[in-house]
């Protein structure tokens, strides 16, 4: 935790409500990430997970605090932030080529032609659509028009990719291959990620750090939990892993009822110092309910059913 | 089954269109001599009265009125005979220029009021209230500043197209889908360059309705913008043939202006599929 890649520092985002009242979508939140790291964020919707990802792709301004990435206070968009959007978001008069081209012209606004689409090709190839790069979005299943997305936001070479539930409209076969893909692109380019998702076994499997945020309005950082599988995971053996199912219960039981009574039950809930839950190391309580399902599990309970 | 659809339609169309020629012939056919009159008195009062024909052209004069019109499309016998291709000619440059100046002038406006939510509120009760406005309303007032009649009837076609296009302009511009621009938010593209690469593109297929709307207006105004002012056009052909009683070129007037009306709506069709896009 010496290596602050991005620091969230106190940030507060408030929408002037009827009557002259304002409401707190959130309030002081703070929260830092590694560099290289993946980070999930959980929560229910309206807990202003969208809001906190804006503002750090600068499409949003918080009311309140700032935002720190490589050292730096940020300001607006950056080439250095790419975003992946739920919608893909494609511009859907360009061709696949097109819109990857069109964020390298972008950033390198001195490129010829010829080297701007020989770079997006790459990009292209690296998310498997090669052979596709004339044709438009329209013609594209959701899966491809997502990986399209994917190819633009990393074409621009950026230091942090910020994505919004990105595979939240897709079918689940097709969701697999592009966790699998996206798993497998940040590990190689050491890519730091910070992704929004509903799906608790997304986030077991690509991220090393997930945050669970409690309901909004006025939500705040809960905990964050460390994932205590090893960073070459597979996603076939991911539920064999001795914690998976201590990991996911404890995100379960937050999201069903923890997320709602958080603020009520806990005193002295420090937004600057939110607790590191470390599952499977000893000192800690979560981690004897984490033994204690393990148990349960090799002893030859059906572990779905815990869940 | 879509051909054999557009066949029967076709033939639908043909049947339609021969039932009303001949209703329209039997309804103004001669009903033979009503009177008996000298031959000389009969000459001069015509087959109206003598054969009890209507003063209504039937199909087979206005085919023949058209035929001769058709063959000679270009002629000039001064001020007052001039071929129809001519008097076409003449309104349709007016509506072009008219029109053309509109765009260049609607289409950057709309542009600039649609990205800016501050002109966009400052200007629109300017427009909500010079919208309705008839455009011959300020005939008056365009002759009695341009003083000349043509160049009014050009400024009549320019404030009656440039409503719609502005309105749609402005409309494509505002509604551009947000993630559009949230994407060239964060590849840090300039103003220009996004409202030349996903502005434009995105409010295209609006803007092209918007013109097409326009096209379709100015083309109505011309004939009556050119019935006041007089001298050329469709519309002065359409008055000045009413003056001499040719129900016959009346009728054919009427005819072209329906199709060259439609062929300005096509052409404005065609560029709106070319910059539509399929979601």
């Given at each position: 935790?010496?290596?602050?890649?991005?620091?969230?520092?106190?940030?507060?985002?408030?929408?002037?409500?009827?009557?002259?009242?304002?409401?707190?979508?959130?309030?002081?939140?703070?929260?830092?990430?590694?560099?290289?790291?993946?980070?999930?964020?959980?929560?229910?919707?309206?807990?202003?997970?969208?809001?906190?990802?804006?503002?750090?792709?600068?499409?949003?301004?918080?009311?309140?605090?700032?935002?720190?990435?490589?050292?730096?206070?940020?300001?607006?968009?950056?080439?250095?932030?790419?975003?992946?959007?739920?919608?893909?978001?494609?511009?859907?008069?360009?061709?696949?080529?097109?819109?990857?081209?069109?964020?390298?012209?972008?950033?390198?606004?001195?490129?010829?032609?010829?080297?701007?689409?020989?770079?997006?090709?790459?990009?292209?190839?690296?998310?498997?659509?090669?052979?596709?790069?004339?044709?438009?979005?329209?013609?594209?299943?959701?899966?491809?028009?997502?990986?399209?997305?994917?190819?633009?936001?990393?074409?621009?070479?950026?230091?942090?990719?910020?994505?919004?539930?990105?595979?939240?409209?897709?079918?689940?076969?097709?969701?697999?291959?592009?966790?699998?893909?996206?798993?497998?692109?940040?590990?190689?380019?050491?890519?730091?990620?910070?992704?929004?998702?509903?799906?608790?076994?997304?986030?077991?499997?690509?991220?090393?750090?997930?945050?669970?945020?409690?309901?909004?309005?006025?939500?705040?950082?809960?905990?964050?939990?460390?994932?205590?599988?090893?960073?070459?995971?597979?996603?076939?053996?991911?539920?064999?892993?001795?914690?998976?199912?201590?990991?996911?219960?404890?995100?379960?039981?937050?999201?069903?009822?923890?997320?709602?009574?958080?603020?009520?039950?806990?005193?002295?809930?420090?937004?600057?110092?939110?607790?590191?839950?470390?599952?499977?190391?000893?000192?800690?309580?979560?981690?004897?309910?984490?033994?204690?399902?393990?148990?349960?599990?090799?002893?030859?309970?059906?572990?779905?059913?815990?869940? | 089954?879509?051909?054999?659809?557009?066949?029967?339609?076709?033939?639908?169309?043909?049947?339609l269109l021969a039932a009303f020629l001949g209703v329209w012939h039997l309804a103004t056919r001669?009903?033979?001599?009503?009177?008996?009159?000298?031959?000389?008195?009969?000459?001069?009062?015509?087959?109206?009265?003598?054969?009890?024909?209507s003063?209504m052209p039937g199909p087979l004069d206005v085919g023949?009125?058209?035929?001769?019109?058709?063959?000679?499309?270009?002629?000039?016998?001064?001020?007052?005979?001039?071929?129809?291709?001519?008097?076409?000619?003449?309104?349709?440059?007016?509506?072009?220029?008219?029109?053309?100046?509109?765009?260049?002038?609607?289409?950057?406006?709309?542009?600039?009021?649609?990205?800016?939510?501050?002109?966009?509120?400052?200007?629109?009760?300017?427009?909500?209230?010079?919208?309705?406005?008839?455009?011959?309303?300020?005939?008056?007032?365009?002759?009695?500043?341009?003083?000349?009649?043509?160049?009014?009837?050009?400024?009549?076609?320019?404030?009656?197209?440039?409503?719609?296009?502005?309105?749609?302009?402005?409309?494509?511009?505002?509604?551009?889908?947000?993630?559009?621009?949230?994407?060239?938010?964060?590849?840090?593209?300039?103003?220009?360059?996004?409202?030349?690469?996903?502005?434009?593109?995105?409010?295209?297929?609006?803007?092209?309705?918007?013109?097409?709307?326009?096209?379709?207006?100015?083309?109505?105004?011309?004939?009556?913008?050119?019935?006041?002012?007089?001298?050329?056009?469709?519309?002065?052909?359409?008055?000045?043939?009413?003056?001499?009683?040719?129900?016959?070129?009346?009728i054919?007037?009427?005819?072209?202006?329906?199709?060259?009306?439609?062929?300005?709506?096509?052409?404005?069709?065609?560029?709106?599929?070319?910059?539509?896009?399929?979601?």
């Amino acid at each position: 935790m010496t290596d602050k890649f991005i620091s969230i520092e106190g940030i507060a985002k408030r929408y002037p409500g009827a009557s002259g009242a304002t409401t707190n979508i959130f309030e002081n939140l703070w929260l830092s990430m590694a560099r290289g790291e993946f980070a999930c964020v959980i929560g229910h919707s309206g807990c202003g997970k969208t809001t906190v990802l804006n503002i750090l792709a600068g499409l949003d301004a918080p009311s309140e605090g700032a935002v720190i990435v490589d050292g730096r206070a940020i300001s607006g968009t950056s080439l250095d932030r790419a975003v992946i959007f739920q919608s893909h978001a494609l511009l859907p008069w360009r061709t696949v080529l097109g819109n990857v081209a069109y964020a390298v012209s972008s950033k390198w606004r001195s490129w010829d032609r010829a080297k701007v689409r020989a770079h997006a090709q790459t990009f292209i190839d690296l998310v498997g659509l090669t052979g596709s790069e004339h044709k438009r979005p329209s013609e594209l299943s959701g899966g491809m028009k997502q990986r399209v997305g994917i190819a633009r936001a990393l074409s621009i070479t950026p230091k942090m990719m910020l994505m919004d539930e990105p595979f939240s409209a897709l079918d689940a076969l097709t969701r697999g291959t592009l966790q699998d893909e996206v798993r497998r692109i940040c590990l190689e380019t050491g890519q730091t990620a910070f992704m929004i998702t509903h799906d608790v076994d997304e986030a077991i499997y690509l991220a090393d750090k997930i945050f669970l945020m409690t309901n909004g309005p006025g939500a705040v950082l809960a905990e964050v939990v460390e994932n205590p599988l090893p960073r070459d995971r597979g996603r076939t053996d991911l539920h064999r892993h001795p914690l998976y199912y201590a990991l996911r219960n404890h995100i379960i039981d937050f999201l069903v009822t923890r997320s709602k009574t958080f603020a009520a039950e806990t005193q002295g809930h420090d937004p600057r110092n939110v607790p590191l839950v470390q599952i499977g190391k000893p000192g800690l309580t979560i981690a004897a309910s984490g033994e204690e399902q393990r148990q349960t599990w090799i002893s030859g309970t059906s572990p779905g059913l815990t869940a | 089954m879509t051909s054999s659809l557009r066949l029967r339609a076709g033939l639908v169309s043909i049947a339609l269109l021969a039932a009303f020629l001949g209703v329209w012939h039997l309804a103004t056919r001669s009903t033979g001599a009503t009177t008996t009159m000298s031959p000389e008195y009969a000459k001069l009062m015509g087959l109206t009265a003598t054969q009890g024909k209507s003063a209504m052209p039937g199909p087979l004069d206005v085919g023949a009125k058209l035929w001769e019109h058709l063959k000679r499309p270009f002629y000039d016998n001064g001020p007052n005979d001039k071929g129809l291709g001519i008097q076409l000619a003449y309104s349709i440059a007016r509506v072009g220029t008219g029109y053309l100046l509109a765009v260049l002038v609607a289409i950057p406006l709309g542009f600039l009021i649609g990205m800016s939510p501050l002109l966009s509120k400052a200007l629109d009760p300017f427009i909500q209230v010079l919208k309705p406005i008839s455009p011959l309303a300020w005939m008056p007032l365009a002759l009695y500043t341009i003083k000349d009649s043509s160049i009014s009837a050009i400024f009549v076609i320019f404030i009656c197209s440039i409503w719609p296009m502005l309105l749609n302009t402005v409309f494509g511009v505002a509604s551009v889908r947000k993630e559009w621009i949230n994407v060239a938010r964060t590849l840090e593209v300039s103003t220009v360059r996004r409202a030349f690469t996903v502005i434009l593109p995105a409010a295209a297929p609006t803007i092209l309705t918007g013109m097409r709307i326009s096209i379709g207006i100015a083309w109505l105004v011309i004939v009556a913008a050119e019935m006041l002012v007089g001298g050329t056009g469709i519309g002065y052909f359409v008055w000045n043939e009413w003056n001499n009683l040719s129900i016959t070129n009346v009728i054919i007037a009427i005819l072209l202006i329906g199709i060259v009306g439609m062929l300005l709506d096509q052409i404005l069709a065609r560029f709106t599929r070319m910059v539509t896009f399929p979601e």
